[in-house]
């Protein structure tokens, strides 16, 4: 395993020291120190499929935007339309670039009518904090809380009544993509039905200094749920088998929204936003690759940067792969032709030089039990 | 610390040698399989193909890294172990057991002289370990 060599020093979440001492694997994650697995990603993998896991994920990003115009501002940069939002419900959306090409990924939360958060990723707060305060509009302040802010994952089937038990609210009424504020474990929090998993379960937001008592509470009473904590590495594996897309791996500047399979998050009909002309130009012109999802035929495993072939052709490139733990086989996500995109089609992936058959597959590859389902 | 039978030989890059007559066992070591974590894949040659001492011989993956396995000795393949296919994760729970990956009948028994004992490859991974 050969980590990245950086020279500026890593970034701790509150909870670096926990992970440590909990024995956690520690690596370098989008310039922070991150706990990778604890006890072994397929175990912690199986813990949040069949029980809870708990995750520390306060190296995303979090900004928040106010003011007559925040509405404005957020609807300027973003790709979904954030003008149905409710109070308390969340949306997913991208930040594109004028040429389509995709800035970051990510969410948004209404606040309050004028009064927005969007949730980054962590290797993207710089890039996306100068984007989205030199191209906001109106009469929107924008302020960065990512520092300030703790975010810790409750994911799983028992994720539900574990918060339920902490929290001095109903937590069982807030639908998928809905949140509410309460205290969990008596600390204040944003208590948000999301997730990276495609389990049912809360992604908690808190004041950094409070971590710590919000984990080691959640620890403590999801001990008789079978409560572990979990690393990155499973949340790689977890996120995969949903073919949920990772920044960096399966979408960036060179990648737009629509063969990336994120047009439901695109809504031009709402008016202008940047990136709009060039995505409803290619919407028109015909996709010429689409990010699909593979499986192996063997055991061998797809892995990022790896060639796709088709009929003795390098035809793509795989974004992510990994063995996946509950669909118990290898699997991945590339980009190929839009020829040879639907389900079925035979490819094969280029490792060590041997060519391995692959074959599309439906996905999700593993079926989600988010809220909604 | 992870456990180094003193009955075995041992590479620096973590694979272990059982001499059984001119035969010798390898697979590898559980400071390897601890460090690459859960096992999913190992790549390994056919009955009847020639290794070389300190080549590669195959590769084993886990969920997060590939790792290449190096041959301790010199030889031919005589058996392979055909659990490992359906079942990589044998590596992990038992990496001197049934974890074990091949077989080789040496060409040159005095390629274990050139191998490492149990104390120095204890003392290499006491180093070694973050």
Redesign the interface.
Known sequence: ?TDAVSTSPLKRTPLRDVHVKAGA?MVPFGGWDMP??YT????EHRAVRGAVGLFDISHMGEFEVRGPDALGAVQRLCTNDASTLEIGQVQYAALCYPEGGIVDDLTIYRLDTDRFMLVVNASNVDKDWAWVTSHSVGRAEWKNVSDETALLAVQGPRAEALVGRLADRDVIGIAYYHFATGAVAGVPAVISRTGYTGEDGFELYIAAPQAERLWSALIEAGRPDGLQPIGL?ARD?LRLEMKYALYGNDIDQTTNPLEAGLGWVVKPAKGDFIGRDAIEALRVRGLARRLVGFEMAE???P?HGYRLMAGGAAVGVVTSG??G?SVER?IGMGYVPSAQSAVGCELAVEI?GATHAARVVKTPFHPSHTKKA | MANVPAELKYTREHEWAKVEGDRARIGITAFAQEQLGDVVFVELPKVGAKVTAMKTFGVVESVKAVSDLFAPVSGEVAEVNDALPKNPELVNTDPYGKGWMLVIRMSNPKDVDGLMSAADYQKLTADGAH
């Open positions: 395993m694997k990778v697995q072994g990603i397929i175990d590495g594996t055991r061998a495993v892995r990994s063995f733990p290898s060590r």
